[in-house]
């Protein structure tokens, strides 16, 4: 009687389990870090004469760059998409090349319908062929219109970079500020308690203005890396998460604040005397104004930098710039240009898509009553790059919390073992680190000129709501 001398038919079959579990568990893992259905099509709107269009034919090949009667620093071309099977696991891409310039620009994984590529006036001139090369991504022949945009004149520009907490001016605009002359200005110190500082010191409030004063530390200090003077740089020490408070409390007008207790001379340092003048703060919304008021009149910036009210989800980002958007009302000025960007995307946490060394591609949006200004695309060399990698790893933040060395060989082996687990469980893979999404070929901002900001807000009934 012959015998089966293969493998047991019950643990193929448990292995067989285990393995469909986890494949199942990591493919729903990737697929929930987009907020919103993949296979919609991205849905933008632009204000009238806020770009040239040129139209084109986009073969499964690429295109040939037409001729346009206006000068342009930012593309965008229209392309509808569908993800093979590989690229519902992979994040699908396209590689983007003229000559031997290009680059790599990444999708969601299983994204279908309109999606936008990312082009620069650096890649290709006139008359040049653009090869599209899809990676786990495939499209048909078909018509587009190219949008091409003309961002602020950057060769002479005051910037001013607003940054709701330290680490958000260099993760937006590390690359931009430091090549220009610039100024940085951090509202929070970006104090909070959420456990990762608890083996430092014991008491939440310890724990809160540890991490108040070494973010507000950073935030003085890390600019200098992108060549920005120590007299242009401040943090004006609003507390953490309070600004939407502030705002909602704003017309309480002969009553005691209500937050007399997150006093933002705490946490006030670096060149307010410079910027500000003497003027001590208060945790209110007309203190948080006015100071903005007063460096506006300060500093006479041509562009500001701050983040997009409608695209960025952090509600002290929000409210960073409407502060700002007040502000500028008060302030009897009308031609400082708006550069806006998203840190904490509303429709994904993991976005930008990509490994480090691709582009920051177009947000998903979907939403056309939402009007932008326009695009503008700020690349980044190697060098740059570099140096913005520098400038988050100084940020305590966005690294492991520190801890002392202890204990002999097994002991250090157990305590940097659950000190990696914990950064493990804090950001699994790596999927929501700065330093992915960060460090790219470029940054992407929206525009928006004088004439634009009436997009961006208005009061209903004494409320902010978008239009």
Excluded: C
């Excluded at 493998?7 to 448990?14: C, I, V």
């Amino acid at each position: 009687m012959m015998r089966n001398r293969g493998f047991p038919l019950g643990p193929l079959s448990l292995l067989a389990i285990v393995a469909v579990v986890f494949v199942s568990l990591e493919f729903k893992r990737r697929h929930d870090l987009y907020w919103y259905d993949v296979g919609r099509d991205y849905s933008y709107a632009f204000q009238a004469g806020s770009a040239s269009r040129a139209s084109l034919l986009i073969t499964q090949k690429g295109f040939t760059l037409p001729e346009v009667d206006t000068d342009w620093d930012t593309a965008l071309l229209p392309i509808r998409v569908a993800a093979t099977v590989p690229g519902y696991w992979i994040e699908p891409s396209i590689e983007v090349r003229a000559g031997r310039t290009g680059g790599e620009q990444v999708f969601e994984r299983g994204a279908r319908g309109l999606r936008y590529v990312l082009l620069s006036s650096d890649l290709a001139k006139a008359g040049q062929s653009v090869s599209l090369i899809g990676i786990h991504l495939r499209w048909p022949d078909q018509g587009a219109e190219l949008l091409l945009f003309s961002g602020p004149e950057m060769s002479s520009a005051r910037v001013l970079v607003i940054a709701p907490h330290p680490d958000d001016a260099e993760i937006a605009a590390f690359g931009l500020y430091s090549s220009h002359d610039s100024y940085i200005v951090t509202v929070s110190p970006g104090n909070y308690v959420d456990g990762r500082y608890a083996h430092l010191e014991e008491a939440e409030s310890a724990q809160d203005a540890l991490r108040g004063r070494v973010r507000a530390w950073d935030s003085l200090v890390v600019p200098t890396w992108g060549e920005v003077q120590p007299d242009r740089i401040a943090n004006l020490g609003y507390w953490n998460h309070s600004l939407q408070g502030l705002y909602e409390s704003r017309d309480q007008s002969g009553q005691a604040p209500a937050n007399t207790s997150q006093d933002p001379n705490l946490f006030r340092s670096g060149a307010i005397s410079n910027l500000i003048g003497q003027r001590r703060a208060q945790a209110t919304w007309e203190s948080l104004v006015s100071d903005l008021r007063s460096l506006l009149q300060t500093v006479r910036p041509s562009v500001i930098i701050a983040p997009h009210p409608a695209l960025d989800a952090s509600a002290d980002h929000q409210f960073t710039t409407i502060a700002l958007l007040e502000a500028l009302e008060g302030a009897g000025q009308h031609q400082e240009v708006l550069l806006l960007y998203t840190n904490h995307h509303v429709l994904s946490e993991h976005y930008p898509f990509g490994p480090t060394d691709s582009a920051v591609t177009l947000p998903p949006w979907f939403d056309e009553q939402t009007r932008f200004g326009g695009v503008f695309s700020f690349d980044l060399n190697a060098r740059k790059r570099q140096d913005k990698l520098f400038a988050l790893e100084a940020m305590h933040d966005l690294r492991a919390a520190p801890r002392s060395v202890w204990g002999g060989p097994g002991e250090r082996f157990l305590g940097y073992a659950g000190a990696a687990i914990n950064e493990l469980v804090r950001n699994p893979l790596g999927t929501y680190s700065y330093f992915r999404r960060a460090v790219r070929t470029n940054e992407l901002f929206f525009v928006y000129r004088p004439e634009d900001r009436s997009q961006l807000w208005r009061r209903a009934d004494g409320e902010f709501s978008y239009p």
